[in-house]
């Protein structure tokens, strides 16, 4: 993987993302077909992320990747509160035991583990791989292939229309943890606020679909305008980096 990684960034990311998403499809399948919750996926996620952390370690990538310290103002980001809120969604209708213990403990096992390799093949490695060529183009790229990626819940039995609104609200999350990640150089707030989404989903309520609508629309309002917030707020990147951007790309800079 490591020469993949210096022959091309992107192809090397797309490797992580297609293997992602084939391999815990299928895991999701097979753990359905045995009748237990995400009993094959638990396990595969765990070696999926120390898989994730052995190549991040070998080759010392933790600052590149975001697995280091917040860089920024707190007060600048309002102290991560809007990601509070956001980290709440699950909760917004109600708290319900919708499984088994063994079965909710699995699932938060699969969640926890899916919320990090998620940040990090898509703010991490695709994201880091295209931002020196055209920062607003891996900034899209970055978030409308997150969001993309929901469709295969389709394939997990999920209903048409709430995988599109999920595929919507999904994208400007993943809008929103781009810019924190790109202004703020740690994935750790992003980390973190997607393994609180993943895991407390096992308590959600079913809502109506009017309740699902309102629920996209109000998420994708906070993501956006709080991600507008950060841009507006917070410096750019050091004259180096920013000088060195410009002269590869051309481009103008976020």
């Given at each position: 993987m490591y020469r993949l990684y210096k022959k091309n960034e992107l192809n090397f990311s797309l490797v992580w993302i297609i293997s992602y998403v084939v391999l815990f499809s299928l895991s999701d399948s097979l753990s359905t077909s045995l009748g237990m919750l995400k009993i094959i996926t638990a396990p595969v996620s765990i070696i999926f992320v120390l898989l994730i952390l052995g190549f991040i370690k070998k080759y010392s990538l933790w600052g590149k990747y975001g697995l280091c310290s917040f860089k920024g103002d707190l007060k600048q980001y309002l102290y991560f509160i809007p990601l509070v809120l956001i980290g709440s969604v699950s909760l917004w209708n109600g708290v319900a035991m919708n499984a088994s213990i063994t079965e909710t403990a699995l699932f938060i096992v699969s969640m926890v583990c899916v919320g990090f390799i998620e940040e990090i093949i898509f703010r991490g490695f695709l994201f880091k791989a295209m931002y020196r060529d055209n920062i607003k183009l891996a900034v899209f790229i970055s978030s409308i292939t997150f969001g993309i990626g929901h469709i295969v819940n389709l394939l997990n039995g999920e209903d048409l229309i709430p995988t599109l609104l999920q595929v919507c609200y999904a994208?400007?999350?993943g809008f929103l943890f781009t810019i924190i990640f790109y202004k703020g150089k740690s994935l750790l707030p992003c980390i973190v606020t997607h393994e609180v989404i993943n895991s407390?989903?096992?308590?959600?309520?079913?809502?109506?679909?009017?309740g699902t609508v309102i629920t996209a629309v109000v998420l994708c309002v906070i993501c956006i305008a709080y991600a507008l917030w950060i841009l507006r707020k917070t410096h750019r990147p050091d004259k180096d980096e920013e000088g060195a951007v410009r002269r590869k790309s051309g481009n103008k800079l976020i």
């Open positions: 994208t400007a999350i407390l989903s096992i308590f959600s309520v079913n809502n109506s679909l009017m």
